[in-house]
């Protein structure tokens, strides 16, 4: 059997850098994405090492121009997306009150509309690979608890991951019974770069460690086709479940 292939955006650290890093040690050649090209060819490199061939390719999930380019270089190197990790999202807190209109649009950009243009131009690809040897691709969405319950200052956020995870039922609905099925994982806080800022409200040791959010995507993609998981909440331990 070929290696099945994987594209993982924000793949140079935190979440998507362990889920590239269990699917290398699995076997899975990869498409690696990030902004930055010095850390991502670093984590490219180091991945390489599990014996797949790996592609690091730069993109602004900002940028459509950029969004494209980076799906048909995945395309141009390995010819299937046997799972499409739409991970690569930013953060953005404040009031209502005051958030801005214009970063309302950036996250939307870079949190939705990335994954919307991706999972469009790949659904070829992702069609063709589900009918393989497979059997099913798959595209594992990393969304968010603040997009399954709204909490305080997240507006912008919580709704821009409430709309990922819409997309990938749409996409159910669509494509399921042909084998291309979706998943948006939905965790609590979870320590990385992106909420160190807040470890004076809540402690790293106290967040969702990210090498188990990436344990369930990898899991996810082990799954056959007769199944379809359209989201899973992550919470931490204690009394509030639905509490990022
Ligand atoms: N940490 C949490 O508490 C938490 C909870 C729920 C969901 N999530 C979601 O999980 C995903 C990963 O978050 P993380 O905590 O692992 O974040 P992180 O540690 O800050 O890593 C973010 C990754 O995405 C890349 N990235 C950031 N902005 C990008 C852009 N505009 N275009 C392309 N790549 C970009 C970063 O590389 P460059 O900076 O080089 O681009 C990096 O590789 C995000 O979608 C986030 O919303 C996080």
New binding site residues.
């Given amino acids: 059997m070929t290696a099945p292939a994987a594209l993982v955006?924000?793949?140079?650290?935190?979440?998507?850098a362990l889920i590239a890093e269990k699917l290398a040690t699995a076997g899975w050649d990869l498409t690696v994405?990030?902004?930055?090209a010095g850390?991502?060819q670093e984590r490219a490199a180091a991945l390489a090492g599990h014996g797949g061939t790996v592609r690091a390719v730069t993109?602004?999930?900002?940028s459509e121009e950029e969004v494209l380019a980076l799906a048909d270089a995945h395309v141009e190197a390995f010819g299937r997306v046997d799972a499409l990790v739409l991970?690569?999202?930013?953060?953005s807190i404040g009031a209502i009150a005051d958030f801005p209109a214009r970063r309302f649009d950036k996250l939307y950009a870079?949190?939705v509309r990335s994954a919307f243009v991706l999972v469009q131009r790949l659904l070829p690809t992702l069609r063709t690979s589900a009918a393989g040897e497979r059997g099913t691709a798959k595209v594992i969405a990393?969304s968010?608890l603040t997009g399954v319950a709204g909490e305080p200052l997240n507006s912008a956020y919580g709704a821009s991951k409430a709309a990922l995870t819409s997309l990938c039922e749409t996409l159910n609905t669509e494509e399921s019974e042909g084998g291309v099925t979706a998943t948006a994982v939905c965790?609590?806080?979870?320590a990385?770069?992106?909420?160190a800022p807040l470890a004076d409200q809540v402690a790293p040791e106290a967040?969702i460690d990210?090498a188990d959010v990436a344990e369930l995507v990898v899991a996810l993609t082990r799954l056959g086709r007769s199944v379809v998981v359209p989201s899973i909440p992550m919470t931490r331990p204690g009394p509030h479940l639905w509490r990022a």
Avoid: F, K, Q
């Avoid at 955006?9 to 998507?16: H, K, Y």
């Avoid at 993109?59 to 900002?62: P, R, T």
């Fill in positions: 955006t924000g793949a140079s650290r935190g979440i998507g994405s990030a902004r930055s850390p991502l993109a602004d999930m900002g991970n690569a999202g930013m953060g870079v949190n990393v968010s965790p609590g806080y979870v990385t770069d992106m909420t967040m990210a």
